[in-house]
Nanobody
Framework: QVRLVESGGDLVQAGGSLRLSCTVSGLRFDDYAMAWFRQGPGKEREGVSCMSETGVVIYYGDSVKGRFTISRDNAENTLYLQMNSLKPEDTAMYFC????????????????????WGQGTQVTVSS
């Protein structure tokens, strides 16, 4: 059974930082590209970042470039998202997802092509 479990969400003030984690089991982690998506209140799900299985290919959504950093530890089957300079508009449920690759259009449809998803972790940024 494939499981993706996110953690690290919290309430934080604007300008603060958080580190999200996604622990994966039930699949060969280093065979899969991994991504973070988010869905804010009343918004569609959007792509935050995607990293290839080797970490060589990385994409970021325009709204988080320069503030968020994706990383992975294939030995620990864990994906991370370091979020700095958080803004109230970053408030959302954050999900990790797994797929075979990070294509150029990885974010389209809110990640509709991704095969596996976690349940999400809530990030709330107060002003």
């Amino acid at each position: 059974q494939v499981r993706l479990v996110e953690s690290g969400g919290d309430l934080v003030q604007a300008g603060g930082s958080l580190r999200l984690s996604c622990t994966v089991s039930g699949l060969r982690f280093d065979d899969y590209a991994m991504a973070w998506f988010r869905q804010g209140p009343g918004k569609e799900r959007e792509g935050v970042s995607c990293m290839s299985e080797t970490g060589v290919v990385i994409y970021y959504g325009d709204s988080v470039k320069g503030r968020f950093t994706i990383s992975r530890d294939n030995a620990e089957n864990t994906l991370y998202l370091q979020m700095n300079s958080l803004k109230p508009e970053d408030t959302a449920m954050y999900f990790c997802a797994a797929d075979w690759a990070c294509g150029e259009n990885w974010y389209q449809g809110g990640g509709a092509d991704f095969d596996y998803w976690g349940q999400g972790t809530q990030v709330t940024v107060s002003s």
